[in-house]
Every structure is written in structure tokens, then in C-alpha cells.
């Protein structure tokens, strides 16, 4: 009698995780929300950083959002955007710079947490040291990159 006991209290307990489970990890409806799983993320691949837009189009009028992942040991050269462009640094050190001459010894770190702007046709550079660097960007499209040249 307490085997049976066991296993109907066993059973109810599966059963109530199953609908607790069933509830928790019911799909939004996408008419209310859309959504993208980290491993369907669309990364674009490269020698210094990784970039993914996680939308819009920063070729395109509107606001657009990329992740960006800077690889250990890379950076920018110095240059500017025609538009403001707003930083949240997720993971990682972010180094940045004001100067218009390349010298990673005039980078200033900006760790995960930080919040940065990139004022629109003022000269940065910017990278990664030692650890990889994580940030998400926004800013409004169409956005222009202009390399200075010294």
C-alpha cells in the first residue's frame, strides 16, 4: 500500500512539473513577440570583430542595433560616423580612444556595464587588449564610417 501511495504521489508531482514546464516554456505567439535564439543569431565573421544586426539596417534610414564582438588583440584604425551611435559594453573591456593617431597606449577601458556615445564626426578608435570585448550598439541609418588619414 505505501509502494502505491509512493508512486501516485511520484506521479502527481511529474505530472504538475510537466505542466509547470509546459507553461514556462510556452512559445510567444509572434504577433506579440519576436524573437531570435542566441544560436540563430547571424554573426559576420572577421579578422578584428564579429558583427551581427540584431535589427534594423545600418545601411538603411531607421534605427539598428549590432552586436559586436572584438577579438583579443585587435582594433580600429582612427576614424569617425555621421551619426551618433550609442554603446552598451555586455562582456569583457572595451578599449577606446579619442585620438586621431593610432597608439593603443591612449585607449581608456571601458568594462562590461559601461555605457558609451560616439558623438557624430568626432575621431575615435576602439578594441580589445587581452579578452575578448562584447558590446551592443544602436544608432540611426543611413550610417557613413570615414577613416582619417594621416
Not at 508531482?13 to 509546459?22: E, G, K, M, T
Not at 507553461?23 to 509572434?30: A, E, F, G, I, N
Given at each position: 500500500?505505501?509502494?502505491?501511495?509512493?508512486?501516485?504521489?511520484?506521479?502527481?508531482?511529474?505530472?504538475?512539473?510537466?505542466?509547470?514546464?509546459?507553461?514556462?516554456?510556452?512559445?510567444?505567439?509572434?504577433?506579440?513577440?519576436?524573437?531570435?535564439?542566441?544560436?540563430?543569431?547571424?554573426?559576420?565573421?572577421?579578422?578584428?570583430?564579429?558583427?551581427?544586426?540584431?535589427?534594423?539596417?545600418?545601411?538603411?534610414?531607421g534605427?539598428?542595433?549590432?552586436?559586436?564582438?572584438?577579438?583579443?588583440?585587435?582594433?580600429?584604425?582612427?576614424?569617425?560616423?555621421?551619426?551618433?551611435?550609442?554603446?552598451?559594453?555586455?562582456?569583457?573591456?572595451?578599449?577606446?580612444?579619442?585620438?586621431?593617431?593610432?597608439?593603443?597606449?591612449?585607449?581608456?577601458?571601458?568594462?562590461?556595464?559601461?555605457?558609451?556615445?560616439?558623438?557624430a564626426?568626432?575621431?575615435?578608435?576602439?578594441?580589445?587588449?587581452?579578452?575578448?570585448?562584447?558590446?551592443?550598439?544602436?544608432?540611426?541609418g543611413?550610417?557613413?564610417?570615414?577613416?582619417?588619414?594621416?
Amino acid at each position: 500500500m505505501r509502494l502505491f501511495a509512493f508512486a501516485a504521489a511520484a506521479l502527481a508531482v511529474c505530472a504538475a512539473s510537466q505542466s509547470l514546464a509546459d507553461d514556462t516554456y510556452s512559445v510567444p505567439d509572434p504577433s506579440h513577440i519576436i524573437f531570435t535564439p542566441p544560436k540563430d543569431v547571424k554573426w559576420k565573421m572577421g579578422k578584428a570583430s564579429d558583427q551581427a544586426v540584431i535589427f534594423g539596417d545600418p545601411d538603411k534610414p531607421g534605427i539598428y542595433g549590432i552586436l559586436i564582438r572584438w577579438h583579443p588583440g585587435n582594433f580600429s584604425r582612427p576614424h569617425f560616423h555621421n551619426t551618433d551611435r550609442y554603446a552598451y559594453v555586455l562582456s569583457g573591456t572595451w578599449w577606446v580612444s579619442s585620438s586621431d593617431t593610432f597608439d593603443i597606449s591612449k585607449t581608456y577601458p571601458m568594462p562590461a556595464g559601461s555605457v558609451v556615445t560616439d558623438l557624430a564626426n568626432t575621431v575615435h578608435f576602439d578594441g580589445a587588449k587581452d579578452g575578448e570585448a562584447l558590446l551592443e550598439l544602436v544608432g540611426m541609418g543611413p550610417v557613413t564610417t570615414t577613416q582619417v588619414k594621416k
